[in-house]
T-cell receptor, first 114, second 111 residues
Framework: DVKVTQSSRYLVKRTGEKVFLECVQDMDHENMFWYRQDPGLGLRLIYFSYDVKMKEKGDIPEGYSVSREKKERFSLILESASTNQTSMYLC?????????????FGPGTRLTVL | AQTVTQSQPEMSVQEAETVTLSCTYDTSESDYYLFWYKQPPSRQMILVIRQEAYKQQNATENRFSVNFQKAAKSFSLKISDSQLGDAAMYFCAYNNNDMRFGAGTRLTVKP
C-alpha cells in the first residue's frame, strides 16, 4: 500500500514564525502536491512538483514556498506565518502525469497560527 | 479553469438506506477523469470510485456507484445500504492533468 506521511498532525505557531511542514511518500511517485483544506472551499492547490528540484505554483502560492531535494520528500514552508494561514494542510502523491491517476493523501496537518 | 460544484454541504441518511450525493463540473474537454474521495473524521482521504469520461458505463464499487451524465456534466455518487462507517466528508474531483476538487459534502449516517 502507498503510504504518505506528514511530520505533524497538529501544530501551533506564532505569527511571524517560519514553519516547515514535511511530507514523505514511500512508493517512488513522481508527483507530489500540497493543498490546504478549508470548510466550504474544498481543497485548494498551493504547490506541486513533478520531479526532484522542480516546483510549480498552484492556485494559492502566496505566502508559501516548497522544497523537493529528494524524490520521496516534499516540504511546504511558510516563510512568515500569519493567522490567515490557519488551516488543514494535506500532502498528496501520484505515480506520474495522467488524468487516470488517483492521488494518495497523507493524514493532514492542522496548523493554528496565533 | 475547470470548476467542480457540490451543491449539498451536508446530507444525512438512515443506516441501511440509500443516499445520493450530487456533483457537477464545468469543462470544455472531452477526455477526463472523475473521482469521488472519502475523508473519514480524523483519517486520511481515500479514493472511493473513479470514472473515465470516454466510458459510457457507470462505474461501480460494491455499494458505491455513480450516475455519470456527460452531456449534463453531472457525476453523482450513490451509496446503497448505508453503514455507520460511511459517515465522512465526500469530495468530488475532476482530473485532466489538473485535479480540481469540489467543496465537499458532509454525510451523516443515523443508526
Amino acid at each position: 500500500d502507498v503510504k504518505v506521511t506528514q511530520s505533524s498532525r497538529y501544530l501551533v505557531k506564532r505569527t511571524g514564525e517560519k514553519v516547515f511542514l514535511e511530507c514523505v511518500q514511500d512508493m517512488d511517485h513522481e508527483n507530489m502536491f500540497w493543498y490546504r483544506q478549508d470548510p466550504g472551499l474544498g481543497l485548494r492547490l498551493i504547490y506541486f512538483s513533478y520531479d526532484v528540484k522542480m516546483k510549480e505554483k498552484g492556485d494559492i502560492p502566496e505566502g508559501y514556498s516548497v522544497s523537493r531535494e529528494k524524490k520521496e520528500r516534499f516540504s511546504l514552508i511558510l516563510e512568515s506565518a500569519s493567522t490567515n494561514q490557519t488551516s488543514m494542510y494535506l500532502c498528496a502523491s501520484s505515480p506520474n502525469s495522467g488524468g487516470y491517476n488517483e492521488q494518495f493523501f497523507g493524514p493532514g496537518t492542522r496548523l493554528t497560527v496565533l | 479553469a475547470q470548476t467542480v460544484t457540490q451543491s449539498q454541504p451536508e446530507m444525512s441518511v438512515q443506516e441501511a438506506e440509500t443516499v445520493t450525493l450530487s456533483c457537477t463540473y464545468d469543462t470544455s474537454e472531452s477526455d477526463y477523469y472523475l473521482f469521488w474521495y472519502k475523508q473519514p473524521p480524523s483519517r486520511q482521504m481515500i479514493l472511493v470510485i473513479r470514472q473515465e469520461a470516454y466510458k459510457q458505463q457507470n462505474a461501480t464499487e460494491n455499494r458505491f456507484s455513480v450516475n455519470f451524465q456527460k452531456a449534463a456534466k453531472s457525476f453523482s455518487l450513490k451509496i446503497s445500504d448505508s453503514q455507520l462507517g460511511d459517515a465522512a466528508m465526500y469530495f468530488c474531483a475532476y482530473n485532466n492533468n489538473d485535479m480540481r476538487f469540489g467543496a465537499g459534502t458532509r454525510l451523516t449516517v443515523k443508526p
